[in-house]
T-cell receptor
Framework: GAGVSQSPRYKVAKRGQDVALRCDPI?????LFWYQQALGQGPEFLTY????????KSGLPSDRFFAERPEGSVSTLKIQRTQQEDSAVYLC??????????????FGPGTRLTVT | GNSVTQMEGPVTLSEEAFLTINCTYT??????LFWYVQYPGEGLQLLLK?????DKGSNKGFEATYRKETTSFHLEKGSVQVSDSAVYFC???????????FGKGTSLLVTP
């Protein structure tokens, strides 16, 4: 498959546990975005990478959230000491180089996180 | 700040009815505008886009025109099908290739 993949698709965590969510972007895509989608809401921007550089993390809701993309491909979103308000679908999107992009982002299926 | 407001759903229509989903925006600079669709059990997909004023985006019978004077990007389709049942999101990006600001989404149900 050539699309964006995310794992796990579903994650249940007890309050206080740490979780790690993985995103495999489309090969060759330079830009990678993480979004958080609460139930019944639109996606909200969390953070943005261009290759391995995290250029914007202004949307991360607290210092418990951390994202990395060390080799400019796979990215991991880590949430420490999970809280109930972290329950949401976490979406990853990637985008090719700007000259090819036409501004389109390609979304993965998301990881549904439930904190109990 | 940048934001998108779209009509609340759910919207229920009979097959072959005319569809309009309103979307207005507030943005600094000159945004690009998008409609994304999320079919049941699937991920977000780009439906159409417009990158400058008066551009019309179109795909699968859906259309939307970038109206700078009314800061709007309303989605229309002349004759909806049951298979169009999905959640539709209006979004903007103020920098090329940058993060999207989404509306809350409008759920559409088309009945036979």
């Amino acid at each position: 498959g050539a699309g964006v993949s995310q794992s796990p698709r579903y994650k249940v965590a007890k309050r206080g546990q740490d979780v790690a969510l993985r995103c495999d972007p489309i090969s060759g895509h330079v830009s990678l975005f993480w979004y958080q989608q609460a139930l019944g809401q639109g996606p909200e921007f969390l953070t943005y990478f261009q290759n391995e550089a995290q250029l914007d993390k202004s949307g991360l809701p607290s210092d418990r959230f951390f994202a990395e993309r060390p080799e400019g491909s796979v990215s991991t979103l880590k949430i420490q000491r999970t809280q109930q308000e972290d329950s949401a679908v976490y979406l990853c999107a990637s985008s090719p180089p700007l000259r090819l992009a036409g501004y389109e982002q390609y979304f993965g299926p998301g990881t549904r996180l439930t904190v109990t | 700040g940048n934001s998108v407001t779209q009509m609340e759903g759910p919207v229920t229509l009979s097959e072959e009815a005319f569809l309009t989903i309103n979307c207005t925006y507030t943005a600094t600079g000159y945004p690009s505008l998008f409609w994304y669709v999320q079919y049941p059990g699937e991920g977000l997909q780009l439906l159409l886009k417009a990158t400058k004023a008066d551009d019309k985006g179109s795909n699968k019978g859906f259309e939307a025109t970038y109206r700078k004077e009314t800061t709007s990007f309303h989605l229309e389709k002349g004759s909806v099908q049951v298979s169009d049942s999905a959640v539709y999101f209006c979004a903007l990006s103020v920098n090329s290739g940058y993060a999207l600001n989404f509306g809350k989404g409008t759920s559409l149900l088309v009945t036979p």
